[in-house]
């Protein structure tokens, strides 16, 4: 049976078919996995080097720094997680090094890797409609009041997050119910132990800076922002502009693994996250002919929380404050 997406984007997926060749498609599809497990191993060495400076330094200027480039590592866990969810790290697929690598990938940000991947690939079926979509339909703030929003880049974040996970996971057969429930116990145990060992080596005071702070206060931000550069501006008549086209950034293509080419990873899922820099440089004739405009970070900021505009509708055409663009652009 077809998805929702797929009923939906039939023609958008002939215009692609049409701007990008056969060749130049099965290129950007190929896996590399030693680059893969290079990034990897550099987010790895990010996190153990922030937390050793957030360890050695203890004036907040020096160490909460730190603590930002901490917790957005332990968010690109979920970056790659997301790659073992769409079998972009190998040529060949091998159900056991995947599994072992989601798994892996899992622990560090506290979720199930078996939720995470049934929920995300729903998340692609559905997409555009409410309904059949889960990450819309339950995670996505239904009251567009800023308080209520700014919740998400909070340590509120947690029992938002894991309520509407519940709330999808009720409608899942009972084998895969309880290995989630298995994994989540596995990451939980772990989280609470590296929690413990850090507390009862280094005192509390430690455990604040190199935990609680990361992992409560900066994780929810990279997630949010992260997410915010997703779906939340777009055009609901179009399904080519269900997404929101983001700028390629010096700073937040590494600081989010390629995430940030949202749109570029819905129109070919299977590309690996380093490819996605040239799927938006070859398209970029099509999102020129498509009236496609180019977002920032600082700007949908601003839509979403200032100007309070409401996530999956198009904010297209709204007023902004004198200098407001150049803010943004540098954001």
């Keep these: 049976m077809a998805t929702y997406y797929a009923e939906h984007a039939q023609q958008l997926k002939r215009d692609l078919a049409a701007e990008v060749s056969t060749d130049a498609l099965r290129e950007l599809h190929q896996k590399r996995p030693l680059l893969h497990a290079l990034i990897a191993f550099a987010n790895v060495a990010v996190l153990v080097l922030a937390g050793v400076a ?3 330094f203890d004036r907040w200027y020096l160490w909460l720094p730190l603590a930002v480039v901490a917790g957005f590592a332990v968010f690109d866990f979920t ?6 969810v769409h079998r972009a790290v190998l040529p060949r697929s091998d159900e ?3 599994r072992f690598l989601g798994l892996l990938y899992a622990i560090p940000s506290g979720i199930s890797a078996s939720q995470f991947t049934r929920w995300h690939l729903d998340h692609h079926a559905g997409l555009g409609s409410f309904e059949e979509d889960p990450k819309r339909h339950y995670l996505s703030p239904k009251r567009n009041e800023r308080w209520f929003k700014l919740l998400y880049f909070t340590p509120a974040l947690f029992p938002i997050y894991f309520r509407a996970a519940a709330k999808e996971t009720a409608s899942y057969e009972p084998e895969l119910r309880k290995r989630i429930a298995r994994e989540r116990i596995v990451t939980i145990v772990f ?5 413990g060992a850090i507390a009862l080596i280094g005192g509390w005071a430690i455990a604040f800076k190199l935990y609680i702070v990361p992992i409560f206060f900066i994780f929810p931000i990279a997630f949010a ?10 055009d609901p008549e ?10 390629s950034s010096w700073f937040w293509n ?4 390629y995430s940030n080419f949202h749109l570029e990873h819905h129109y070919f899922p299977g590309v690996p996250f380093y490819n996605l820099p040239k799927v938006q440089r070859l398209l970029a004739n099509f999102y020129e002919k498509r009236g496609m405009t180019m977002h920032s970070y600082g700007g949908l900021v601003w839509n979403y929380l200032v100007l309070n505009r409401k996530p999956h509708t198009k904010w297209s055409g709204v007023l902004q404050q004198p200098g ?8």
Excluded: C
Aim: no cysteine; aromatic share 8%.
């Design 96 to 98: 056991g090094t995947y």
């Design 225 to 234: 922002l992260n997410r915010l550069g997703q779906h939340y501006d777009i």
């Design 191 to 195: 989280q609470l132990s590296v929690l």
């Design 254 to 257: 590494p600081a989010f693994l």
């Design 238 to 247: 179009d399904p080519a502009k269900w997404s929101t086209l983001m700028k």
């Design 54 to 56: 957030i360890v050695h």
């Design 79 to 84: 970056v790659l997680l997301h790659e073992v």
């Design 324 to 331: 407001q663009d150049q803010l943004t652009d540098l954001i």
